[in-house]
């Protein structure tokens, strides 16, 4: 089972993912301050360490330096917290989900069709 990350949590992980699933700590301090972020040494690495604890990365030394590396995909990670998702507020209806989508107009009908042709491509492939 993938655990649920905090936001900080996940913003780290993104950086392993953009950057092909490992990173050196000094990579990922540097991605951070591009983003605007002004998070302290001892801080980040505490929230790394969270996320090795968590089973989502392990650690490996390179030299003197530390190397994460993703144990759980993005998509692996998204599919995991979608399904939450699903389970948590429409008992586990995607239906649900999409039919507030749409009511809400969150969905507009370009995604819709979209979506549906993306649903017909998988189908076919599929079925091959």
């Known amino acids: 089972m993938i655990v649920q990350v905090s936001d900080s949590e996940l913003e780290l992980m993104k ?3 953009a950057n092909g699933g490992t990173a050196l700590y ?3 301090m540097e991605a ?3 983003a605007g972020r002004t998070w302290q040494k001892n801080t980040v690495i505490t929230l790394l360490s969270r996320l090795v604890d968590k089973g989502l990365l392990k650690t490996s030394k390179l030299g003197r330096r530390n190397e994460y590396t993703a144990l759980v ?3 692996d990670y998204q599919a995991a917290q979608a399904q939450s998702l699903l ?3 429409y008992e586990g209806s995607a239906k649900g ?3 507030t989508l749409i009511q809400r107009e969150l969905l507009s009908a370009a995604d819709y ?3 549906k042709a993306f649903w017909e491509r998988e189908k076919n492939e599929c079925a091959h």
């Open 73 to 75: 995909s993005e998509a």
């Open 97 to 99: 989900l999409v039919s």
């Open 113 to 115: 069709e979209e979506l």
């Open 26 to 28: 000094a990579h990922i």
């Open 87 to 89: 389970d948590k507020l």
């Open 32 to 34: 951070l301050v591009k």
């Open 15 to 17: 950086i392993v993912w």
